[in-house]
């Protein structure tokens, strides 16, 4: 599939801020379900910093923002060519060993619904793979898709004990599971192309990798009870939504601020 | 028994002779007035400082004994080698780890200690800083328990503490007794802070050009180091910073100076990990440099010690530190390690609730003496509560025998006597590996006392190294 991505994040603060200094993770992952061109990042007002591939296989690119400015402009366009891979992370390149994604953090420390969880999906598993698969049933059905009912900072057993949520709670949920069954598994960021029309949410989306032994990393997205497809651009992963955030910022004496995100993902016929 | 450091045999070493003569030749308000004045030069230049992240009162006074300690020649080189053998083998874990892992692939170390530990950042995988080092201020600590048999307590690869004792220890016994020095032959070691500065420079990132910027970023005056941190950069001839004093701009690190941003190469932080960069570790903290973790991914500017350098100073990993000395570096350790039993393991989990009272228990990422059983010295009722901690969380734990620490003439109501110490020397690791002839000593001031941590009646004495 070929798909045309723009992202456009605006920052508008009641005050001026002095400086900004942010850290984006916002360059497709390069493997073999994804080629990108003409992939271009632009802050306005920006000084482009350093920029390196780091461990997890990330490109990350720091930008620094002189002010006095009261609205900053984060402007993603480009183009990626994708394929199939049943979900799984093939050719991809990275440093990190899989047991360090095995460490819980807040929003995915397990609780004792999530253990019985883990264990009652995980029973009669042939395979780690079909454990990985059941799992992620597991997590759809407990968690139904509903947009407002949690909040950025819900984590996995809040969600899982409202029985709702969004693909970044679904996702904490998997993650924790996983971890509890022993798989290593981490977070995704990136973005979806949504065959439905004008439903902008879903194209910035969220999903979880789970390792499995023999086939490496492998995507579920318990959101859309499937795993990620054609229709899917891989950004960046980390231990849970904040390691894996596409966007990182501080600004210097900041005030109240207000965020407006468009992010389009089209498919390109030709 | 204890080793008694000031016999050799029955006989009194030569350089304890020429100390006992100065003490007995001493008289008492003689000895009461020079005590008073080295408490008020302590005082006066503020070091008051805990050691070691021991908490209490920041104002506290650490006792000073004017008794030194003394090494030979012999025994320092055999030392040096030593220290400077595990300061290698520890940094080349660290690139080890942060790389492909081969120590673990070879199956000598357990994956699950390395990259489950919480001071393993999985963010500066990949990244090699300037020649390979990661920790480049390495405080050892060392217990002695025979002539020739020294045992590491604990390695300290992240931010160790005292030195600033070791250099004002000296300063002090040579400015009040200046006649003890004279002829003598004591080796030097206010050379430190120039080696400190030159081990930094050292490790300058590949895109510096000019002679390297170094700073020592301090968490602020309220943390209990911060004379030291004052201290340091004062000899170095180098700028003190807070977080905020920095800033990163495109590529680089600046610092605010009254005439303009002036670009940062090297940061000594004594902050930890958590606290460097709000973007990539807490986003709540206020103390660390936006953006800094970038910068440093990049090769823009070198932080001594590295992030992460702290998965080899853990507890759990200590038990591995002598196979690294065997796997790096082919060579057999020349200092020992303390027996220690790793309490997830069932065999040493049963002989230690089985040998409680015996032992010292202590936590694995716990520091300070805090956390910690110590057997002999605990009732039933204390070693039945750990027994139930033990248990709850083995994982948490490991235990080490009670060592008999060595002793030292110290300065006592009736004279002198023998009192328990420890050492931490401090090895420099950069272009080269340093090491100042001396460190650190502690001592237990309470008789029988085998704890020297200032927070329960220890105190501090200058350490000598004679030359041939």
């Not at chain 1, 999903?207 to 651009?233: I, K, M, Q, S, T």
């Not at chain 2, 007995?24 to 008020?40: G, V």
């Given at each position: 599939?070929?798909?045309?991505?723009?992202?456009?994040?605006?920052?508008?603060?009641?005050?001026?801020?002095?400086?900004?200094?942010?850290?984006?993770?916002?360059?497709?992952?390069?493997?073999e379900g994804?080629?990108?061109?003409?992939?271009?990042?632009?802050?306005?007002?920006?000084?482009?910093?350093?920029?390196?591939?780091?461990?997890?296989?990330?490109?990350?690119?720091?930008?620094?923002?002189?002010?006095?400015v009261?609205?900053?402009?984060?402007?993603?366009?480009?183009?990626?060519?994708?394929?199939?891979?049943?979900?799984v992370?093939?050719?991809?390149?990275?440093?990190?060993?899989?047991?360090?994604?095995?460490?819980?953090?807040?929003?995915?420390?397990?609780?004792?619904?999530?253990?019985?969880?883990?264990?009652?999906?995980?029973?009669?598993?042939?395979?780690?793979?079909?454990?990985?698969?059941?799992?992620?049933?597991?997590?759809?059905?407990?968690?139904?898709?509903?947009?407002?009912?949690?909040?950025?900072?819900?984590?996995?057993?809040?969600?899982?004990?409202?029985?709702?949520?969004?693909?970044?709670?679904?996702?904490?949920?998997?993650?924790s599971?996983?971890?509890?069954?022993g798989?290593?598994?981490?977070?995704?960021s990136?973005?979806?192309?949504?065959?439905?029309?004008?439903?902008?949410?879903?194209?910035?989306?969220?999903?979880?990798?789970?390792?499995?032994?023999?086939?490496?990393?492998?995507?579920?997205?318990?959101?859309?009870?499937?795993?990620?497809?054609?229709?899917?651009?891989?950004?960046g992963?980390?231990l849970?939504?904040?390691?894996?955030?596409?966007?990182?910022?501080?600004?210097?004496?900041?005030?109240?601020?207000?965020?407006?995100?468009?992010?389009?993902?089209?498919?390109?016929?030709? | 028994?204890?080793?008694?450091?000031?016999?050799e045999?029955e006989?009194?070493?030569?350089?304890?002779?020429?100390?006992?003569?100065?003490?007995?030749?001493?008289?008492?308000?003689f000895?009461?007035?020079?005590?008073?004045?080295?408490?008020?030069?302590?005082?006066?230049?503020?070091?008051?400082?805990?050691?070691?992240?021991?908490?209490?009162?920041?104002?506290?006074?650490?006792?000073?004994?004017?008794?030194?300690?003394?090494?030979?020649?012999?025994?320092?080189?055999?030392?040096?080698?030593?220290?400077?053998?595990?300061?290698?083998?520890?940094?080349?874990?660290?690139?080890?780890?942060?790389?492909?892992?081969?120590?673990?692939?070879?199956?000598?170390?357990?994956?699950?200690?390395?990259?489950?530990?919480?001071?393993?950042?999985?963010?500066?995988?990949?990244?090699?800083?300037?020649?390979?080092?990661?920790?480049?201020?390495?405080?050892?600590?060392?217990?002695?328990?025979?002539?020739?048999?020294?045992?590491?307590?604990?390695?300290?690869?992240?931010?160790?503490?005292?030195?600033?004792?070791?250099?004002?220890?000296?300063?002090?016994?040579?400015?009040?007794?200046?006649?003890?020095?004279r002829?003598?032959?004591?080796?030097?070691?206010?050379?430190?802070?120039?080696?400190?500065?030159?081990?930094?420079?050292?490790?300058?990132?590949?895109?510096?050009?000019?002679?390297?910027?170094?700073?020592?970023?301090?968490?602020?005056?309220y943390?209990?180091?911060?004379?030291?941190?004052?201290?340091?950069?004062?000899?170095?001839?180098?700028?003190?910073v807070?977080?905020?004093?920095?800033?990163?701009?495109?590529?680089?690190?600046?610092?605010?100076?009254?005439?303009?941003?002036?670009?940062?190469?090297?940061?000594?932080?004594?902050?930890?990990?958590?606290?460097?960069?709000?973007?990539?570790?807490?986003?709540?903290?206020?103390?660390?440099?936006?953006?800094?973790?970038?910068?440093?991914?990049?090769?823009?500017?070198?932080?001594?010690?590295?992030?992460?350098?702290?998965?080899?100073?853990?507890?759990?990993?200590?038990?591995?530190?002598?196979?690294?000395?065997r796997?790096?570096?082919?060579?057999?350790?020349?200092?020992?390690?303390?027996?220690?039993?790793?309490?997830?393991?069932?065999?040493?989990?049963?002989?230690?609730?089985?040998?409680?009272?015996?032992?010292?228990?202590?936590?694995?990422?716990?520091?300070?003496?805090?956390?910690?059983?110590?057997?002999?010295?605990?009732?039933?009722?204390?070693?039945?509560?750990?027994?139930?901690?033990?248990?709850?969380?083995?994982?948490?734990?490991?235990?080490q025998?009670?060592?008999?620490?060595?002793?030292?003439?110290?300065?006592?109501?009736?004279?002198?006597?023998?009192?328990?110490?420890?050492?931490?020397?401090?090895?420099?690791?950069?272009?080269?590996?340093?090491?100042?002839p001396?460190?650190?000593?502690?001592?237990?001031?309470?008789?029988?006392?085998?704890?020297?941590?200032?927070?329960?009646?220890?105190?501090?004495?200058?350490?000598?190294?004679?030359?041939?």
């Amino acid at each position: 599939m070929k798909l045309q991505i723009s992202h456009e994040t605006v920052y508008r603060y009641e005050q001026p801020i002095r400086n900004l200094v942010q850290s984006l993770r916002l360059t497709p992952s390069v493997f073999e379900g994804q080629k990108t061109h003409d992939w271009q990042i632009q802050v306005s007002g920006g000084v482009r910093g350093p920029g390196f591939r780091d461990g997890a296989g990330d490109w990350i690119e720091g930008w620094t923002v002189r002010g006095p400015v009261a609205e900053v402009t984060v402007r993603i366009e480009g183009r990626v060519d994708t394929r199939d891979l049943a979900g799984v992370l093939r050719g991809h390149r990275e440093a990190i060993h899989p047991m360090s994604y095995l460490r819980d953090t807040a929003p995915t420390e397990p609780d004792a619904a999530l253990q019985d969880l883990s264990r009652t999906a995980g029973t009669g598993a042939r395979d780690p793979l079909d454990l990985a698969h059941r799992l992620s049933a597991a997590v759809s059905e407990a968690i139904a898709f509903r947009p407002g009912a949690t909040e950025a900072r819900t984590t996995a057993a809040e969600a899982l004990a409202l029985g709702e949520g969004v693909c970044q709670d679904h996702s904490h949920a998997l993650i924790s599971v996983a971890r509890i069954a022993g798989l290593p598994a981490r977070y995704v960021s990136g973005y979806l192309h949504s065959t439905r029309d004008g439903e902008a949410h879903d194209a910035a989306h969220a999903w979880a990798e789970l390792h499995v032994e023999g086939l490496g990393w492998v995507g579920f997205d318990p959101a859309n009870r499937c795993c990620p497809d054609e229709r899917y651009v891989r950004l960046g992963s980390g231990l849970d939504a904040p390691d894996a955030a596409p966007i990182r910022g501080v600004a210097m004496g900041s005030s109240a601020e207000r965020l407006d995100v468009a992010v389009h993902v089209q498919e390109l016929t030709q | 028994m204890s080793y008694n450091e000031m016999f050799e045999g029955e006989a009194v070493r030569e350089p304890y002779a020429r100390l006992r003569d100065w003490v007995q030749t001493m008289p008492d308000d003689f000895r009461q007035m020079k005590q008073a004045e080295a408490e008020a030069l302590f005082r006066r230049i503020g070091i008051t400082f805990a050691v070691y992240g021991e908490g209490g009162d920041p104002d506290r006074l650490i006792p000073f004994d004017m008794m030194p300690r003394v090494f030979e020649q012999a025994e320092w080189r055999r030392l040096e080698r030593g220290i400077k053998q595990r300061a290698r083998a520890l940094n080349a874990f660290l690139r080890d780890v942060y790389g492909r892992g081969e120590i673990i692939r070879a199956g000598r170390i357990p994956a699950r200690l390395v990259y489950q530990n919480d001071a393993y950042e999985k963010s500066v995988v990949g990244f090699v800083p300037p020649r390979g080092v990661y920790s480049h201020i390495i405080g050892i600590d060392l217990v002695r328990t025979a002539k020739d048999e020294f045992y590491v307590l604990e390695d300290n690869c992240r931010t160790p503490s005292g030195v600033s004792y070791m250099l004002e220890n000296r300063e002090i016994m040579m400015r009040m007794f200046p006649q003890l020095f004279r002829g003598s032959r004591i080796e030097p070691v206010d050379q430190y802070p120039e080696l400190l500065r030159r081990t930094l420079e050292s490790v300058a990132p590949a895109k510096c050009r000019e002679r390297p910027t170094c700073v020592i970023l301090t968490p602020g005056h309220y943390n209990s180091a911060y004379y030291e941190h004052s201290f340091l950069a004062n000899l170095m001839g180098v700028e003190l910073v807070e977080g905020q004093d920095l800033f990163v701009d495109g590529e680089f690190v600046y610092m605010r100076t009254t005439t303009g941003p002036r670009r940062v190469d090297v940061i000594y932080r004594r902050i930890d990990d958590l606290f460097l960069d709000p973007l990539c570790f807490r986003p709540d903290s206020m103390l660390g440099i936006p953006g800094l973790m970038d910068v440093y991914r990049s090769g823009g500017v070198s932080i001594c010690s590295a992030p992460g350098a702290g998965v080899a100073d853990d507890k759990a990993i200590y038990t591995f530190v002598p196979e690294m000395v065997r796997f790096y570096l082919g060579e057999e350790p020349i200092l020992n390690n303390v027996q220690t039993w790793t309490l997830w393991k069932e065999d040493d989990r049963r002989y230690v609730l089985e040998h409680l009272p015996e032992l010292v228990v202590k936590e694995v990422h716990g520091s300070g003496g805090y956390g910690m059983l110590v057997g002999p010295k605990s009732t039933s009722a204390e070693i039945e509560a750990f027994r139930a901690k033990i248990i709850a969380d083995p994982c948490n734990y490991i235990a080490q025998p009670t060592l008999a620490l060595s002793t030292c003439p110290t300065f006592v109501d009736e004279g002198i006597a023998p009192r328990h110490v420890d050492l931490r020397p401090f090895c420099l690791c950069g272009d080269r590996i340093e090491l100042v002839p001396g460190g650190l000593t502690r001592v237990a001031l309470r008789e029988g006392s085998l704890v020297v941590n200032s927070s329960q009646g220890g105190g501090v004495k200058d350490t000598w190294v004679l030359s041939e």
